[in-house]
């Protein structure tokens, strides 16, 4: 797991979003000091991971204009997956480790303060994305490699033809709950792109020979948007991918490896973040590239998270 720091040409984008979350293989993230009464609108969010030289352990953290907040305790490893910001809370999943466990445990923090929400002392379990919705908080993620989601804390296992399978990426529209992710074909082994409405499945085309996955999820009125890549079993670079209402667009080939990380949609414009070569954080705009993060082959980036405030991206 790479540690997380945002570097200058990806501070810069961050500044302009609601909530942002970046990764290069550097220390910590250095945090100057602001004047939050200076900081009104938009607030900045980041959340992710940091490696304690000191500790020798991963700390999930939070972090908004300025301020620094670790999730896990001193004595746990944590990792942070996914925000979502309602009013004036703040959910943070992804999942912490107590040196008594040698498994991680599904948790998310509202305002900083962690709620367990499902152990596998074998394999361990883990939060991969969150939503709020009113008073509805949903999780997704697995649990001994099964894919599930958590109404309010409460289990809801996914069902597919094997329970190999993830849940990635969760959207709440009026009564419809989609979750997106993955479950690997009995059969042929390969990973099959897909999403769950209501708890029901659907799979999502892919070349004939190829492996897929669902990043992330987005609704616009009776648009289904999934995003994240195809693979060819015996090859090498992933595509970057997405689907719209079933139908398959890659936004590369796969003479380089590419994959879609989150979307985002305001008014009829379509955003996506993600990466090419492994290495470098792009931003897509209406299919086309309006950013990216070109670093030194010693560092990397990614877009993990994408937001428009107002009308900044």
């Known amino acids: 797991m790479p540690n997380f720091k945002i570097s200058a040409a990806l501070y810069a984008l961050i500044i302009l979003l609601f909530s942002a979350c970046g990764k290069v293989n550097t ?15 938009p607030h900045v969010y980041l959340i992710g991971t940091t490696w304690s030289e000191a500790d020798k352990k991963y700390n999930a953290f939070a972090w908004k204009d300025g ?17 979502a ?16 466990n040698e498994s991680q445990v599904a948790t ?18 883990s939060v991969q994305n969150i939503a709020v919705s009113g008073n509805d908080v949903y999780a997704v993620g697995w649990v001994n490699g099964a894919a599930k989601y958590w109404k309010n804390g409460i289990s809801h296992l996914l069902q597919s033809p094997s329970m190999r399978n ?29 999403y769950w409405k209501n ?3 659907v799979n999502l085309p892919a070349p004939a020979g190829h492996h ?25 670079n992933e595509v970057a991918t997405y689907w719209k209402n079933g139908k398959r667009v890659a936004l590369s080939d796969d003479s380089r490896s590419s994959s879609i990380s989150c979307i985002t949609i305001s008014g009829d414009d379509i955003y ?42």
């Open 272 to 313: 996506m973040a993600g990466e090419v070569d492994r290495s470098t954080m792009v931003c897509w705009k209406n299919d086309k590239i309006i950013f990216t993060d070109n670093k030194p082959a010693s560092e990397y980036t990614y877009g993990n998270e994408i937001f428009i405030y107002k009308k900044d991206i």
């Open 27 to 41: 220390p910590a993230p250095e945090v100057k000091p602001v004047d939050s009464a200076a900081v009104k609108e």
């Open 166 to 194: 993830t849940a990635k990426a969760v959207a709440v529209k009026g009564d419809d709950l989609y979750i997106g992710g993955y479950y690997t074909d009995p059969d042929t082994k390969k990973s099959v792109p897909a």
């Open 199 to 201: 708890d029901v499945l």
């Open 108 to 125: 998310y923090w509202k305002n900083g303060i962690p709620t367990t929400i499902e152990a596998d002392q074998e394999f361990g379990s």
């Open 85 to 100: 910001v309602q009013g004036g809370d703040i959910f943070v999943g992804g999942y912490i480790k107590k040196p008594s």
């Open 67 to 83: 301020n620094l907040a670790f999730l896990n305790s001193s004595d746990e490893v944590g990792s942070a997956m996914s925000i």
């Open 212 to 236: 897929g996955m669902v990043n992330d999820i987005a609704i616009k009125g009776n648009d289904i948007y999934a995003v994240g890549y195809t693979l060819e079993v015996d090859g090498k």
